[in-house]
Structure formats: C-alpha cells, structure tokens
C-alpha cells in the first residue's frame, strides 16, 4: 500500500458521507425565498477564529497560504482587466489609478496589496481584529510603490455597506462567499452590490459545490495532502455558478463573464480552464436604476 493510500485509508477520505442533491436544492429554494433581517450579519466567528490562527503564517509563500499567493497571477488580472479595457501600447504601471475598490474578507492583504499596486485606492474589510493588524503591519512594512497602502477596517460587509452606499467601482470577494452560511448568502452578496457604484463590476472567486471538488479540494487537499489548512471549507456551503447568477441578477446585477479555474498543487500554478467544475470566477456589473425593467 503506498504513503497516499494509506493515509487516504486512515483518513477514511475524510468521513465522506454523501448527502441527498434534493436536500440542498431546497435549502438553497428556501434561501431564495426567505426574507433577510437588515441587521443580521453574514459573519461566522468559527471561520474568523480559524483564519486568525494563521497570522503569523499569512504572507509566507511556502506556508498554508501559499495557494492563494499563487492565485495572485490570475485573479489580480481578472479584476484588473475587468475594471480598466487598455490596449497593449497603453498600459502602464498602474492601470487602476483613479479606482476604488472594496476587498471583501480581505484577510492580512494578499490580493489588497497587488492591487494597490496596481494604482487602485484599496479598502480592506475583514472580521479578523489580528488579521487586520497584521495587514496594516505589512503594509507600513513593505509599501506598495508607486500605489498608496490600501485601507485597512475590523468591520463586517452588513455595516460597511450601511455607510458606502454606491462607492466603489470595484467590489471583490475572493475565497469568501463559500464561508457564508446559506440561509445569508443573498444577504452577503446585496450588501456587497450595494456598496458598488451603477456601472461598476462584482468578481467572485470560489470553489464549486460539486462531487469532485469535495474529493479533490476538502477530502484529499485539506485531509490527505494537508496543503490547505484543515477545516477551511464545508461541502454544504459551496455554491455554483448559476446558484450565483441567479442572486446577482435578482439584485440589479448583469453575469458579464464566467471562468473555470484550476490549481495544479505539483506546481503552484493556477490556471484558467472552461470547465466550472472545480473553481469559477464570476464577473457582473451593477445596472443603473433607469436600465431595469418596469
């Protein structure tokens, strides 16, 4: 028996006890239909505790962070070229100067930083009172020339959002939206549209909520390979790409764009596929009020 196929047999895949596809279809119908408290917050403290032990380890690129440190290569050009159209002889060193953009469950600043970089007025929001100030740390360390250190805030999106109505021209939530409980997601993602200026763009990353990113991500990335921390995601909490369509168009939102993506853990690589199987990326822009049907 080889290393791997023991400890996947020790590990017993993680316990994996596959639930009912009906089940969760009519959780996520009753999602749809229940009505959301406007002070309710989308916040989960056993999320937030666990991120925060990771302080220390966050911008150690051969640490448990290390996927999302690679993940830079892809998704900050996603945003990038998402917010800014330039053709090749235009482009410059800060293609996002004069933009401001939200970043959601923000963390110690991995995608906040490159984006600063890139000229772009960042604010950083995160439940995490040790991860925002090790990110204000970083920051203050290791200036993000020729861009401004992004703002930092100990605050949720629910009470962010009640004083930046129509703020921002960008609003990312990366790695988030898959850590919000079901029955708050449609309040997450209202809370972020509403923060978005009308004509500005909404990028999601996050996994799939399918059968083999259960086994690949969760049972054999997080359990066997130990190259996620343990515990980061709940096969429950997962969503797709429709699922996220569908909550973005009901609240004055227009799907732009929608990729598959995928990790190659042997070399620290993301890359863009057309499957949505395991990992997508969503892009839509926030209508103007005169541009809804009456």
Same mark, same amino acid.
Request: net charge neutral; aromatic share 6%; charged share 25%.
């Given at each position: 028996m080889s290393l791997l196929q023991?400890?996947?047999?020790?590990?017993?895949?993680?316990?994996?006890?596959?639930?009912?596809?009906?089940?969760?279809?009519?959780?996520?119908?009753?999602?749809?239909?229940?009505?959301?408290?406007?002070d309710e917050s989308t916040v989960n403290a056993g999320d937030v505790k666990l991120h925060a032990k990771?302080?220390?380890?966050?911008?150690?690129?051969?640490?448990?962070?290390k996927p999302l440190h690679a993940f830079n290569m892809i998704r900050v050009p996603f945003v990038r070229d998402g917010l800014v159209h330039s053709p090749p002889d235009q482009r410059t060193?800060?293609?996002?100067?004069?933009?401001?953009?939200?970043?959601?469950?923000?963390?110690?600043?991995?995608?906040?930083?490159?984006?600063?970089? @890139?000229? &772009?007025?960042?604010? +950083?929001?995160?439940?995490?009172?040790? =991860?925002?100030?090790?990110?204000?740390?970083?920051?203050?360390?290791?200036?993000?020339a020729p861009g401004k250190p992004p703002t930092y805030i100990c605050t949720s999106i629910e009470e962010h959002a009640k004083d930046h109505a129509n703020v921002?021209?960008?609003?990312?939530?990366?790695?988030?939206?898959?850590?919000?409980?079901?029955?708050?997601?449609?309040?997450?993602?209202?809370?972020?549209?509403?923060?978005?200026?009308?004509?500005?763009?909404?990028?999601f990353t996050t996994p799939t909520r399918t059968r083999l990113t259960q086994f690949t991500s969760?049972?054999?990335?997080?359990?066997? @390979?130990? &190259?996620?921390?343990? +515990?980061?995601?709940?096969?429950?909490? =997962?969503?797709?790409?429709?699922?996220m369509t569908l909550l973005l168009e009901r609240n004055n939102c227009h799907v732009e764009a929608v990729l598959g993506s995928f990790y190659n853990i042997l070399q620290n690589k993301w890359h863009w596929i057309s499957s949505t199987t395991l990992f997508f990326a969503l892009q839509a822009i926030k209508l103007d009020e005169e541009s809804l049907p009456r």
């Open positions: 023991f400890r996947a047999s020790k590990n017993m895949f993680c316990s994996l006890r596959l639930r009912s596809p009906q089940t969760h279809t009519l959780g996520y119908s009753t999602l749809l239909a229940k009505k959301e408290n406007k990771l302080r220390d380890q966050w911008w150690d690129t051969n640490g448990p962070m060193s800060t293609p996002l100067l004069g933009k401001k953009i939200l970043d959601i469950g923000c963390g110690g600043g991995i995608l906040s930083m490159p984006l600063a970089k @890139l000229g &772009a007025e960042v604010t +950083g929001v995160d439940a995490s009172k040790e =991860l925002i100030e090790m990110a204000q740390e970083y920051s203050q360390a290791h200036p993000p921002y021209d960008g609003v990312v939530a990366s790695e988030i939206i898959e850590h919000i409980e079901n029955d708050k997601k449609e309040l997450f993602v209202k809370s972020c549209i509403h923060t978005l200026k009308p004509g500005g763009r909404i990028f969760i049972c054999l990335a997080e359990n066997v @390979l130990n &190259a996620i921390p343990r +515990g980061t995601h709940q096969y429950e909490k =997962l969503t797709t790409p429709n699922e």
